[in-house]
């Protein structure tokens, strides 16, 4: 794939023409007031019929796995066909479209039906599927995924503490999760913790179960103050002994691949964040352009200086290098692979990077207008710096980068 | 029942229009093009009227340039069922109501609706001059449209100068939409997947044996005169006075 497709190019104008009418006149009230994002969700998947779209090929996926489970074998995953790059596609072009203005929601929207759902989808039964999933897919429901713990982030298999102890056919469940997206409104959430079963922490099993808001002794607190991504709600999650029971254990044994289901979400959140970059850098890139075109200092307009051209230059830079990195992630997943987790990192550590470094030059294009937060890239600035820190910080991806290639 | 919707691409209306130098027409190097919005009205009253009404067809017609497809796989995005695109230049309102009358001809829709105008050359006519070529009824502004149960007949609520019409007329028949006639739906994901494999067929505008000679031609265009910078005053007697000598309003 070597440029948009016609396809790409009708779903991008008719996701602009939402964003124009939907989101930029309540953009003071998402960003800075207390109304969740999730209204404005809802509406842009039965508009766009996106809830029927996750439906159908939902059905169709625990149809081919009802198959497959009959004849003893795994479901295979489809082929490639033609119109594959187009549905592709299809993905990522939200994401881009909505970042122009509001990363937070993008935020929301893909940890609950991306992130939460995901997990529920490569490691639970057809019946949990089927229960928690497909609300999710479809918006229904809102979905939180919680692994970290105020001990531990980038290490957050090793430091966990959050506990699981089995408690006849069920578990007790037991600890505090935090900077958890969408945790003060989810009515679903995926709580990963550690089998203790009176073993040394560092061997002890990685679990994961699903849990219901109002279930007794889970808490989820108020959204936390935090330095932007205002329209995506955060917060904590308190379990204190709460009882489950084994239909709550994603795949329903303790002996699912918990660490590696885990991996997989991490790749494909990654790859999110290239999209996300891409929307935020080409905002950025046009707000700038005009402001180049408009502003005068010294009798000239500012895109006159070479300064400011550097900037604009560098911009353009950063937007063809994200827009390759998502032409490649549309090729990838239309031939049904997925990025392995090394180039996924190098991908998620470019783009964060480079969306942070943009949105801060473009402040500074705009002077003092760039610090006000009615010129817009005040705010895509504060909101770039998470792709920095969430789904894993840029020492993590620099890390596991080197790791790969000092494995061989 | 059989549905003829016109879709007409035009300059997006939140682009700004510059006029060439030579004042032949306006400079179409990076406009965005749409359709034309009471099209659009136009395409979702027929798709409302399509839900209600089972077995129904809505048929797209574009006359213009190639590219006019773009506009037509929106409109089958929405969820019309097929389009035609008469490949032509230049055509004046009279040549556009002859190429349809024709069209009407062949396809013999129960229904035509067309936006009330386009908002590039805003002439407001084509509706009017086809319903005549037709000798069918019209009913232009339209907005409220309701059918009788057996959808032989309409009633068309119209908006003109300082109040409401109502109009009941036989069918088949042609609608001009109206701002206000309804919101159109986005064109959904998965609709825009299956516009890629609905029919649009194009025709040459010289394949439909119709005289579209122009009757009307554009001499000149220019673009309003520009505003003049505004001008502070320090009193209220200053202004007042200026107000009379300068501006010569009071
Ligand atoms: C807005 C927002 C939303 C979030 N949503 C969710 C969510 O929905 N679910 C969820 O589970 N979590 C969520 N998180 C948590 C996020 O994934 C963690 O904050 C992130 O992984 C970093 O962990 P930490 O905050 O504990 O930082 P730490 O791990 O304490 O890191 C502190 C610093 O040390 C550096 N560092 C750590 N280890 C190394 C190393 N080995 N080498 C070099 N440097 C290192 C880090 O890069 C960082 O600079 C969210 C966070 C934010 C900000």
């Known amino acids: 794939m070597i440029e948009w497709t016609e396809q790409h190019v009708m779903i991008r104008d008719a996701m602009r023409k939402f964003v124009e009418t939907e989101i930029k006149p309540n953009l003071e009230e998402l960003e800075h007031g207390d109304s969740p994002p999730y209204d404005v969700i809802r509406k842009m998947f039965t508009s766009f019929g996106m809830d029927e779209a996750a439906r159908a090929t939902f059905e169709k996926r625990i149809a081919r796995e009802r198959a497959a489970e009959k004849n003893g074998g795994v479901a295979e995953n489809g082929k490639r066909r033609e119109g594959d790059i187009d549905t592709a596609g299809m993905q990522l072009i939200p994401i881009i479209e909505l970042c122009r203005y509001c990363p937070g929601i993008v935020t929301a929207m893909g940890v609950s039906m991306g992130l939460t759902a995901s997990a529920i989808m490569s490691k639970g039964t057809i019946r949990q599927k089927e229960r928690w999933a497909l609300p999710l897919l479809t918006f229904e429901k809102i979905g939180a995924w919680a692994i970290t713990e105020p001990g531990s982030g980038s290490d957050a298999f090793g430091g966990m503490k959050s506990t699981a102890r089995r408690n006849g056919d069920g578990y007790v469940l037991n600890g505090n999760k935090t900077f958890i997206t969408n945790g003060p409104y989810a009515d679903t959430i995926v709580f990963i913790c550690k089998l203790d079963d009176g073993s040394e922490a560092k061997d002890r099993k990685m679990l994961t179960f699903v849990l219901d808001r109002g279930m007794a002794g889970l808490n989820q607190s108020a959204p936390m103050r935090k330095m932007g991504l205002h329209s995506s709600p955060t917060g904590e999650l308190f379990l204190d002994d709460v009882q489950v029971e084994k239909e709550r254990l994603l795949g329903e044994t303790e002996d699912s691949p918990a660490r590696a289901g885990t991996k997989a979400s991490f790749s494909m959140e990654r790859a999110g964040v290239a999209a996300m970059a891409l929307g935020i850098v080409e905002q950025c890139r046009e707000l700038s352009v005009d402001y180049a075109r408009t502003r005068v200092a010294f009798g000239k307009p500012i895109g006159e200086f070479q300064l400011i051209q550097l900037k604009l230059a560098k911009m353009e830079v950063a937007r063809m290098n994200l827009q390759n990195i998502i032409f490649r992630q549309i090729e990838i997943i239309a031939s049904g692979k997925s990025l392995d987790l090394a180039e996924a990192s190098a991908c998620k550590l470019y783009a964060a990077q480079a969306a942070m470094e943009v949105a801060l030059e473009a402040v500074q294009l705009f002077g003092g207008n760039g610090y006000m937060a009615e010129f817009q890239v005040e705010q895509l600035c504060r909101d770039a710096k998470v792709l920095q820190i969430y789904a894993g910080t840029d020492e993590i991806q620099i890390s596991q980068i080197a790791r790969s290639l000092l494995a061989h | ?250």
């Not at chain 2, 059989?2 to 400079?27: A, H, N, Q, Y």
């Not at chain 2, 001009?176 to 029919?199: H, V």
Request: aromatic share 2%; proline share 6%.
């Open chain 2, 1 to 250: 029942m059989k549905i003829l919707v016109t879709v007409k691409r035009v300059p997006d209306p939140e682009t700004s229009i510059k006029v060439k130098p030579d004042g032949t027409g306006i400079v179409t190097d990076n406009i965005k093009w749409v359709v034309n919005p009471f099209d659009e009205i136009g395409v979702e009253e027929a798709l409302r009227i399509k839900e209600k009404v089972a077995g129904s067809e809505v048929v797209l017609v574009s006359i213009g340039d190639k590219v006019a497809q773009e506009q037509l796989r929106t409109g089958l995005a929405m969820g019309a069922d097929r389009a035609i695109l008469v490949l032509a230049d230049d055509l004046d309102p009279l040549g556009v109501a002859r190429v349809l009358a024709k069209l009407v001809d062949d396809e013999k829709p129960d229904l035509i609706i067309m936006g009330k105008q386009a908002i590039d050359d805003d002439s407001n006519a084509v509706g009017q001059m086809l319903a005549e070529l037709l000798g069918w009824p019209q009913g232009t502004f339209a907005s409220q449209i309701e059918l009788s149960d057996d959808q032989k007949s309409a009633s068309v609520t119209r908006e003109v100068d300082g109040g409401l019409e109502t109009l009941s007329f036989p069918l088949p028949g042609v609608i001009t939409a109206d701002l206000r006639l309804n919101e159109p739906r986005y064109a959904s994901l998965p609709g825009i997947m299956k516009a890629r494999k609905k029919e649009l067929k194009e025709i040459p505008v010289a394949d439909l044996g119709v005289d579209v000679t122009p009757r009307v031609t554009i001499t000149k265009m220019e673009p309003p005169p520009s505003r003049e910078a505004g001008k502070i005053v320090a009193s209220v007697e200053e202004l007042v006075n200026l107000l009379h000598t300068e501006a010569k309003v009071i």
